[in-house]
C-alpha cells in the first residue's frame, strides 16, 4: 500500500530527519517529496498497519516539533498498476 503523509505544524529543527528514520525502523520505503518550516510531505510505501503506525508517530513527532495535523492521502502502489 502507498500513501502520502503530510505533516504540519512547526517543524523547525530535524525533523525530516526523525521522520525518515521512523520509516526505516518501521521497515518503509519513504521517500520525502516536500521540506519547510511548517509542512513535509512524504511518500510511504508499506503494509497498512505499518502505515497507521507511522501516520501515529507523525503526529507525535520529536520533542523539537509542534504537529498540528497529519493528512493520509492514499495513493495507487506500483505494483498495483502493472497489467
Known amino acids: 500500500m502507498r500513501e502520502v503523509l503530510r505533516i504540519m505544524g512547526d517543524l523547525r529543527g530535524p525533523v ?7 520509516a526505516d525502523k518501521l521497515s518503509l520505503d519513504g ?3 516536500h521540506v ?3 509542512r513535509i510531505t512524504i511518500r510511504v510505501d508499506g503494509p497498512e ?6 501516520a501515529l508517530a507523525c503526529s507525535l513527532g520529536p520533542s523539537e516539533a509542534l504537529v498540528e495535523r497529519v493528512e493520509r492521502v492514499s495513493m495507487p502502489s506500483e505494483s498495483n498498476n502493472a497489467h
Request: no cysteine; aromatic share 6%; proline share 0%.
Open 16 to 22: 525530516e530527519e526523525w521522520i525518515l528514520h521512523r
Open 31 to 33: 521517500e520525502v517529496l
Open 36 to 38: 519547510s518550516d511548517s
Open 49 to 54: 498497519e505499518l502505515l497507521e503506525a507511522m
